[in-house]
């Protein structure tokens, strides 16, 4: 069984930044792609960002040059590095992993509140 635990939500003023994390564990032989979502209240869930097991990245173009993703693969572990945060980030953001062990398997987190006060 595998397991994604998210860390790092809170409120934060316009303009300030937040970091999250999502730690996965149990029966992991390796993760491919690693992402963050996020579903603002009365939204779909959206894609926010994505990182390759070789660490490409790609983000939605609304977080470019605010956000950074990024991975430790010894910890199985993705972060999201929120800068400049705008009222309209406020959402809960889900980590998204693609997890191989046995078989490929796509997992999700629990979500974790951001909030983003103007």
């Known amino acids: 069984q595998v397991q994604l635990v998210e860390s790092g939500g809170g409120l934060v003023q316009a303009g300030g930044s937040l970091g999250l994390s999502c730690a996965a564990s149990?029966?992991?032989?390796?993760?491919?792609?690693m992402g963050w979502y996020r579903q603002a209240p009365g939204k779909q869930r959206e894609y926010v960002a994505r990182?390759?097991?070789?660490?490409?990245?790609n983000y939605v173009e609304s977080v470019k040059g605010r956000f950074t993703i990024s991975r430790t693969n010894a910890k199985n572990t993705v972060y999201l590095q929120m800068n400049s945060l705008k009222p309209e980030d406020t959402a809960v953001y889900y980590c998204?992993?693609?997890?191989?062990?046995?078989?490929?398997?796509?997992?999700w987190g629990q979500g974790t509140q951001v909030t983003v006060s103007s």
């Open positions: 990182i390759t097991s070789g660490g490409g990245t």
């Open positions: 998204n992993d693609f997890i191989r062990g046995p078989g490929l398997r796509e997992y």
């Open positions: 149990g029966s992991i032989f390796s993760i491919d792609a």
